[in-house]
């Protein structure tokens, strides 16, 4: 007969891992192996991690529409593909830049 499963609280481990822990974190907080955790608790870490993530990019998309730069320009490079490249286009044929109220911006 094998060792007795040790009590561990798989709501607890969900927590551990939306907090960013990793499995061997959560192991020795349990004081058992990440095998233990990888075994008994997969399907926990995953969603833990996934809503760590939501949880995170909720938080960065409201400082973003709060206007930080920083947030937006992260966003705006990561979400939407956007560049720090600075160019000139070759084509002038194209109609200037405007802002939401149709102003013309400069360059």
Known sequence: MGRPLANIDSEGV???????????????????????????FQREVELGRTQGKISLRRMQYKRAKAGSDALLIHLGKHRLGQTDKNSTPENTDQPPATDDDGNTLEP
């Open 14 to 40: 969900r927590k551990l891992a939306a907090l960013g822990c990793t499995v061997e974190e959560i192991g020795d907080f349990y004081g058992v192996s990440r095998h233990t955790i990888n075994t008994r």
